[in-house]
């Protein structure tokens, strides 16, 4: 089977499998992301499918792990102190904003900074409510979890029709971009940024290009679509008036659309 | 505050938000509405992640570029049912490219 073909038969599968969590009635509680109604293995070619999203999604965002440890020994940041960054805080949005911040204002400016951080990483907080059905974990596994849901897992994990697939998709991407991105960090820190900006190899339009690939095959009803639209609206509306991080958390009112009544 | 101080801080804030998803009682999101709006929150945000992440210049500012015409690839690449890496691959390259040129 070529690559087109199984990409065709997941989108298909995507399509078929009608356990979207939008398309929940009230009454029944219909299968779900989350309730593992498919007992056995993933089919082998899912599974390849999901593995070479993850991996190349983890690859990507990996790229970018050079960048923000040079950005950070720039901001003045120690080498160390980049990677407790990568290490703990681990989403780049916010690791960026921090050490931008620290950056141009010097440790006077750390109030500025962690506000700025934080705020970027509210969304992380917003995902882990769905995840967590998804996921199902408990004990370390959940702090495990915890720590590896950011943009990316996210998105690999929510798009797949099927449940394995989206437990797959979720730690494949996580444990990925965790691994790459801080050893990318550590050698960012040491030896700067050697290979120059990512935009330069349009690191940053694939992440645009990627997420829009992945949400892609749930973009088949209306009710998806305009949660997207609105949600997208919302946040460029909002984008020059606040703080970075919070229209795209305030776009999150968009699936405020999912819950009218019926 | 100490420049550790602020990385130890800033870390651990971001580890209690991610966490904080994880926490929220199961009876406050088990309702089916609560649960039909949870699940439609990661759609929300990635499609608002995905619209800031193209049209955001610095500072707040909203601009044109390069991203543009690479999302646009991805999503006629999408319409003709190219594979997932493809479509990556493509939209890079096509930033890439125009950067190359000077526009963007």
Not at chain 1, 140 to 168: K, N
Not at chain 2, 21 to 27: F, I, W
Request: with cysteine; aromatic share 6%.
């Amino acid at each position: 089977m070529n690559r087109s073909e199984r990409s065709e038969r997941s989108e298909r599968s995507a399509q078929g499998c009608e356990v979207r969590p939008v398309e929940d009635s009230a009454e029944a509680p219909a299968p779900r992301l989350g309730d593992d109604h498919q007992p056995g293995p993933l089919d082998p070619g899912e599974r390849r499918l999901v593995l070479r999203q993850g991996l190349s999604v983890a690859l990507a965002t990996g790229a970018y792990g050079v960048s923000v440890g040079a950005l950070s020994v720039t901001a003045g940041l120690s080498v160390w102190q980049a990677c407790v960054l990568s290490l703990v805080m681990f989403t780049g949005g916010s690791h960026f904003a921090f050490v931008g911040i620290i950056g141009s204002g010097g440790v006077a400016a750390a109030p500025a900074a962690i506000a700025a951080s934080s705020m970027l990483g509210v969304r992380n907080g917003l995902y882990g409510l769905e995840l967590r059905r998804v996921l199902r974990v408990h004990g370390w596994r959940r702090a495990a979890a915890a720590h590896l849901t950011i943009d990316e897992s996210t998105a690999v994990s929510v798009t797949q029709g099927d449940p394995r697939a989206s437990r797959l998709g979720f730690w494949v991407t996580g444990v990925g971009v965790f691994v790459l991105w801080n050893l990318a960090t550590l050698l960012g820190a040491l030896v700067g940024d050697a290979f120059g900006d990512p935009r330069t190899y349009g690191l940053d339009a694939a992440a645009c290009a990627a997420f829009t690939a992945l949400l892609w095959p749930r973009l088949r009803d209306r009710e998806t679509v305009a949660i997207a639209v609105v949600g997208a609206v919302i946040a460029v509306v909002l984008l020059p008036a606040l703080p970075a991080g919070i229209p795209v958390v305030l776009a999150a009112l968009a699936a405020l659309i999912a819950g009218r009544r019926r | 505050m100490t420049l550790w101080v602020a990385v130890v801080v800033a870390a651990l804030v971001a580890f209690a938000l991610k966490l904080a998803g994880y926490l929220v009682p199961e009876s406050a999101l088990s309702h089916p509405r609560a649960r039909r709006v949870t699940a439609a929150i990661p759609v929300a945000m990635l499609a608002a992640l995905v619209a800031t992440q193209t049209f955001g210049g610095p500072q707040g500012t909203l601009v044109v570029d390069a991203r543009l015409a690479a999302v646009g690839v991805a999503v006629v690449a999408l319409l003709l049912r190219a594979p997932f890496l493809l479509v990556v691959v493509l939209g890079a390259a096509t930033a890439a490219a125009l950067r190359a040129l000077g526009w963007g």
